[in-house]
């Protein structure tokens, strides 16, 4: 039987460029957005359009969507480049908008990535966001709150665009198959399980998973009837490991930092884990992680178990000789063992309570009887006057006051009853009470 490459004389250009969506009944998902009855819905359909910015993660449909409201309200749309477009280019731009607004076309700029344009860049569209000779529609996978000026988000409106459900791009590799623009004049036979591997596999971004499709129908042959049956092992043996979510140098990186730490200090080993796996197979820096338990083992579990510290800087060090794969392991059992040890914060706030009276009183001297004396002149001073040394006293205890005066009797250590913390509570209470006693 003969057998041909299934894409001579194919249309060149990506499927996803070629299944992009053209109207809001062929977008899928956002329904919070753009569902019936929803806001930005009846902004496209009322004409009342303000600037905007859609902030989500890649392959979620931003582009599109800008693209979208352009064709729906009838507007001029413009794309720029973070990468290409100066100052100068985008006056020029600006300068045709407002001609057009005389008379009477909207213009709609969309710029793609923009937290990568400077500040620069971005105040130069601001005067025409201001009087109206535009609407901006900004798309960033980065928070805006940190990436853009705060005069330009001041006046945009800021729309979440969540990445997609498998079920949705499940929607979309179907039409892929069946639309004219796409698969329909070849004869694919897929299951929709088949199917649902890819939508996994794209991680929530459409244009990963359309991407995705057309590497595994790419790679097969097809006979003369143009029949072509993709199964599990096509689909395994096209593709590479699920890409994972997650940027060393962006938001990601301190939300996951953040969820790891929280599933600690929830006591949740499982999600202790799954956070930990999702920043290594993202390529973290172990040594990040294992500072980040170290700084852990003191602030959420202080004196209730007094190994994790020990265990966290040992875990360090094993990261440190080995590096990865191989230290997975190690961080693993020391974030098991922190989310399953006791817990305490009163460490932490002990130092919070002591750093804001020294805040307050940074004027206040060190009180002469614990002050040191190394010269005559000092002890004429009075330094170190009444010291009383503790080894010299039958329970190691004097009542001798430490604090400055006007702290006298500020309390910042305050132990909890867990874990070893209860050993610590009860010896602290002896010796207040020791004091109370011996105090004139």
Not at 123 to 145: C, M, Q, R, W, Y
Not at 393 to 414: A, F, R, S, V
């Amino acid at each position: 039987m003969e057998q041909t490459s299934l894409f001579t004389d194919f249309n060149k250009e990506p499927l996803a460029s070629r299944m992009r969506p053209l109207t809001l009944e062929e977008f899928v998902g956002q329904e919070e957005l753009i569902g019936p009855d929803k806001l930005l819905r009846k902004m496209i359909a009322n004409d009342n359009l303000s600037s905007l910015i859609f902030w989500g993660p890649p392959g979620v449909g931003k582009t599109t969507l800008a693209r979208i409201i352009a064709h729906e309200t009838k507007s001029e749309f413009v794309n720029f480049s973070a990468v290409t477009s100066g100052i100068k280019e985008i006056k020029q731009v600006m300068e045709q908008a407002s001609q057009n607004k005389s008379l009477g076309i909207n213009t709609i700029v969309f710029v793609d990535e923009i937290h990568r344009f400077n500040k620069a860049q971005q105040d130069a569209f601001l005067p025409f966001v201001e009087k109206g000779a535009i609407i901006l529609i900004g798309a960033t996978t980065e928070n805006p709150s940190f990436e853009i000026n705060n005069a330009l988000l001041s006046r945009c409106q800021v729309f979440v665009l969540k990445a997609l459900k498998s079920s949705d791009i499940l929607i979309l590799l179907k039409r892929a198959l069946t639309d004219k623009r796409g698969y329909a004049n070849l004869k694919i036979k897929i299951s929709d399980a088949d199917l649902m591997l890819i939508a996994n596999y794209a991680n929530g971004d459409a244009r990963r998973a359309l991407g995705a499709l057309e590497v595994v129908v790419t790679n097969l042959l097809v006979d003369s009837n143009k029949v072509i049956n993709i199964i599990k092992e096509d689909i395994i043996n096209s593709l590479s490991s699920k890409p994972l979510l997650y940027d060393k140098d962006g938001e990601e990186h301190y939300n996951i930092i953040s969820a790891l730490h929280k599933s600690m200090r929830n006591s949740d080993a499982d999600a202790s884990v799954y956070w930990l796996a999702r920043m290594l197979e993202g390529g973290e820096d172990p040594l990040y992680i294992a500072r980040r338990i170290v700084r852990f083992a003191s602030e959420d579990i202080g004196l209730a178990d007094i190994n994790a510290l020990n265990l966290a800087i040992n875990t360090y060090q094993a990261c440190h000789f080995l590096g990865m794969p191989e230290c997975n392991v190690h961080l693993t059992q020391a974030v098991i063992y922190m989310a399953l040890a006791p817990k305490s914060n009163s460490v932490y706030e002990a130092y919070n309570l002591a750093r804001s009276d020294a805040l307050n009183t940074l004027a206040e001297p060190v009180p002469l009887i614990i002050r040191n004396a190394p010269t005559k002149l000092m002890k004429n001073l009075n330094y170190g006057k009444g010291y009383q040394y503790a080894h010299d006293y039958q329970d190691k205890l004097t009542t001798m006051e430490c604090l400055p005066p006007n702290l006298k009797n500020h309390h910042y250590y305050k132990p909890n009853e867990d874990g070893n913390e209860f050993r610590f509570k009860q010896r602290l209470e002896q010796i207040n009470k020791w004091k109370e006693e011996h105090r004139d």
